[in-house]
């Protein structure tokens, strides 16, 4: 059980349990009622006579402090079976109601509780306004706050109030991060039981494919990523019907009028892609498909090679 890489400061608390005795599926946000430093919350985690602690401070600066290792019970909440299963985050706030909490400590305790989700696994931050169902962790609720366990006003109604806000920028953040690709080896994008690995790094999968004769990249999305599919996606083959611009000079020469409007080949071997690509057949040059071609170009139906 790994520890947040967002922590700057980092003072372990003797108020603790060791290991603790659940896995993490719940967050508790509280507040210090003070304005406090990581530091300065470190120091009253420290003397055991406090007994007291945290797994996490946010400070009024909005750096993070570790107390309490996650894998172990930090004592927060006032409930042991709570704290068995949470990790519970300090955060420094007014010392009165409504214990307002600045910017950057509300913005760095979402950052830091979306850390937490992730590395536990934690899909979906839920909230509810109901007590019962966050205490009974009904529905998938996996928030509580200390006020659900003791007659404590923590964690004051500005985060209270905000509790569903955080879920929901947590949530984007899981999502956004759930979303970035994966490349799987596979012998087609839906044959997944082909799959022979599955990497964040495009490189080492193309290396796997390499060593595997019929065996393609393939992005989260299921698009071929290598090798590079000759098959334009569907995206790109929609834009149809690339015209070159309408001719509106007098020349009757195909070479002459392509230059007009852009062209900078008018080689034959060129003039016979673009006749192919107008259903002008056999190209070589005559005077009637160059016409033809010229006519075409005139009524801005020319298609390009
Ligand atoms: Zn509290």
């Given at each position: 059980m790994s520890n947040s890489s967002l922590v700057s400061y980092t003072k372990i608390s003797p108020?603790?349990?060791?290991?603790?005795n659940h896995a993490i599926d719940t967050i508790t946000i509280h507040c210090m009622a003070g304005q406090l430093s990581v530091e300065q919350c470190g120091n009253v985690f420290?003397?055991?006579?406090?007994?007291a602690s945290s797994n996490y401070g946010v400070g009024t600066d909005g750096r993070i402090a570790l107390y309490v290792d996650e894998k172990d019970r930090s004592w927060c909440s006032s409930n042991s079976a709570n704290d068995n299963r949470a990790v519970t985050i300090e955060v420094a706030s007014d010392?009165?109601?409504?214990?307002a909490v600045n910017d950057k400590a509300y913005n760095a305790t979402i950052q830091l509780v979306a850390d937490i989700c992730r590395r536990n696994g934690i899909k979906q931050l839920i909230w509810s306004t109901d007590k019962a169902t966050r205490v009974n962790h009904l529905n998938g609720a996996n928030m509580t706050v200390h006020r659900d366990f003791a007659a404590k006003a923590c964690p004051g109604e500005y985060l209270y109030n905000r509790m569903g806000a955080i879920a929901s920028a947590v949530n984007n953040i899981l999502s956004a991060s759930a979303s970035s690709n994966i490349y799987r080896v596979r012998?087609?994008?839906?044959?997944?039981?082909?799959?022979?690995g599955a990497f964040t790094n495009l490189d080492k999968a193309k290396a796997l494919a390499d060593k595997n004769a019929g065996y393609e990249v393939y992005d989260t999305q299921g698009n071929?990523?290598?090798?590079?599919?000759?098959?334009?996606p569907a995206s790109v083959q929609t834009i149809s019907n690339n015209y070159y611009p309408k001719y509106t000079g007098r020349s009757g020469s195909i070479t002459a009028a392509l230059s007009a409007v852009g062209e900078k080949d008018t080689s034959l071997s060129h003039r016979r892609k673009i006749a192919i690509a107008n259903s002008i057949a056999s190209y070589s040059g005559t005077a009637a498909q160059n016409t033809k071609m010229v006519n075409l170009l005139k009524q801005g139906k020319l298609v390009r090679a």
């Open positions: 108020n603790k349990t060791s290991p603790r420290a003397p055991s006579s406090r007994q010392s009165k109601h409504p214990y012998k087609s994008a839906n044959d997944a039981s082909s799959q022979l071929q990523v290598y090798p590079v599919n000759n098959v334009a």
